[in-house]
């Protein structure tokens, strides 16, 4: 017997779902599928002029080694519109994931194709951590857009505590029940 560790449907006869691999493992994957992706199906000069945009206030060159390269791949996928993408008027401008979905639509997983729903539709902001000791919480608010998160986590990730401010993006890949 074997058993689809991708797959989170409920192992059959037994009633338990079958374990998924640690989210982490899941979206490297994702990503590592989609930069292939785009390097078959996007000119070379694309992640070039991506980059310059991304890093606009630093050095223009490609750096394999820096810091931000792997959130800079992430953003790359996920948000990387080519200016002068050449589409039919009142067209959208796909991102990358959004085309490997629409010409590989067999080959993603309901769990990628949740992915790629909740990472291209949620908004980029500021977000200040607040933390709730009565309730055993922590709660996101989101500076400019106004909205807030609550998460219930024993404790924040690494590098981030209660008064904390950061740009980014919140996302929710399941419901955690």
Known sequence: MSIDLMSTEP??????P?????????VHRFVDKLVFFANQTRNPQDIHDAWRTFRVWLSSWIDYNSDDWRLFLVWYVFHWQAPGAEVAPGE?????????ARENSKEVSAVEQNM??????????????HELPELNCIYIKSLLLGYQHSYAFKELPEGLKAG????????????DK
């Open 11 to 16: 192992a059959r006869g037994i009633g338990e």
């Open 18 to 26: 079958i374990p998924t691999p640690h989210w982490d493992i899941l």
């Open 92 to 100: 959208k401008i796909y991102s990358i994931a959004e085309q490997y």
């Open 116 to 129: 790629l729903t909740v990472a291209t539709g949620s908004p980029m902001d500021f977000y200040e951590i």
């Open 164 to 175: 904390d401010i950061f740009f980014g993006k919140l996302i929710q890949f399941y419901d």
